[in-house]
């Protein structure tokens, strides 16, 4: 899916900043695709960005109308509808991750169709994918991979095409999951794709291209986490990845929502990501390891860091903290 630019943020009645954490997101990463953001009268969060009704994005040439708040239960609440019908009329389309859909919700379906504007649910993918082929492709893929779900997979390759693109390299973001589709604006929920095609899937997304390109394709889940890893297979091999950066988080004492399953030690987890990308593409290898420390004093992060980059003779970053430009050094060297 494609969703027009520039946006109108959806901030609509969120209860606390954390609850527009997908708007924020976007903001962060790509503030020129944000014309303003759409409060309502008790809205508690805030972009920082220029608040609009809708005839005022309208003028303001907004193409979209993105949700970009979340309430209780991930609903579409029924106190938008008027707003999002109002978009619509002004000739918006409507974007939302959220976990009902708004074809679902007859009165904006219809409306939508007889305006000709598009609903876009970014979780449930609009297209079928092919079985993966495994051939090898032109270009060049970095595949961020976790020892556990919800460790930076995302944030860091996020980072990393940023640091990319100010570097002058050619290079894509592929986003793989609701929250980086909104940010960047086309992607596939590789989550909601059908098993058999989740490597072909990952193939669409990110196709063969220049010799020098660099396509940074999002990772999810963790080969070790017994509910998800089959998400994280079908990536590694669709994306027949040049490079693999590891992404952790020190403190975790079990695996995300299992707490009878420890987390991987990062040689052994190491180990089986290179054995599993070795199957499209044997020249694979790691080029970082990305560590969020949020939860670490600035000297203990330090430490941890030095130590993780000695062991394993590869830039160890929080790139929150500090950036990505030592990773993208070692990938503009493949």
């Known amino acids: 899916m494609e969703i027009k630019k ?29 014309a303003g953001q759409y409060r309502m009268e008790d809205c508690q969060a805030d972009c920082s960005l220029t608040d609009m009704n809708i005839a005022q994005a309208k003028a303001a040439g907004v193409k979209t109308l993105v949700i970009g708040v979340a309430n209780r239960g991930g609903i579409i609440s029924d106190n938008w509808l008027t707003i999002l019908k109002e978009a619509l009329e002004a000739g918006m389309d409507l974007a939302s991750g959220l976990h009902n859909k708004l074809t679902d919700i007859p009165e904006l379906k219809e409306l939508a169709d007889s305006l000709g504007r598009n609903l876009f649910d970014v979780r449930f993918p609009t297209q079928t994918f092919p079985v993966a082929n495994g051939l090898k492709r032109s270009g060049k893929r970095v595949l961020q991979v976790g020892t556990d779900c919800s460790v930076g997979k995302m944030y860091t390759a996020l980072a990393l095409e940023k640091e990319m693109l100010a570097q002058g390299m050619k ?5 793989t999951g609701q929250t980086g589709i909104l940010i960047s604006g086309s992607g596939v929920s590789i989550d909601a794709v059908v098993a058999d095609f989740i490597a072909g899937a990952v193939e669409t997304i ?20 017994a509910s998800f890893s089959g998400v994280t297979a079908g990536l590694i091999h669709g994306s027949q990845a040049d490079a693999l950066v590891l992404c952790h988080e020190p403190t975790r004492e079990h695996m995300r929502g299992l707490p009878t399953y420890p987390l991987p030690d ?3 987890c190491m180990e089986l990501n290179l054995t599993m990308a070795r199957i499209t593409n044997p020249d694979v290898k790691f080029v970082g390891i990305s560590v969020n420390t949020s939860q670490l004093s600035e000297a203990e992060a330090a430490k941890y ?3 993780v980059e000695a062991e394993f003779n590869l830039p160890a970053v929080d790139p929150f903290r500090e950036g990505v430009s030592r990773i993208v050094e070692a990938l503009a060297k493949i």
């Open 305 to 307: 860091l030095a130590e």
């Open 171 to 175: 290079t894509s973001f592929r986003a």
């Open 206 to 225: 990110a196709p063969a291209n220049d010799a020098d390109h660099w396509d940074v394709i999002e990772g999810q889940g963790s080969l070790f986490h």
């Open 6 to 34: 520039p946006y109108l943020l959806f901030l609509g009645d969120a209860q606390d900043p954390l609850a527009a954490k997908v708007a924020q997101g976007i903001k962060q990463w790509h503030p020129e695709y944000c």
């Open 266 to 268: 990062l040689k052994t």
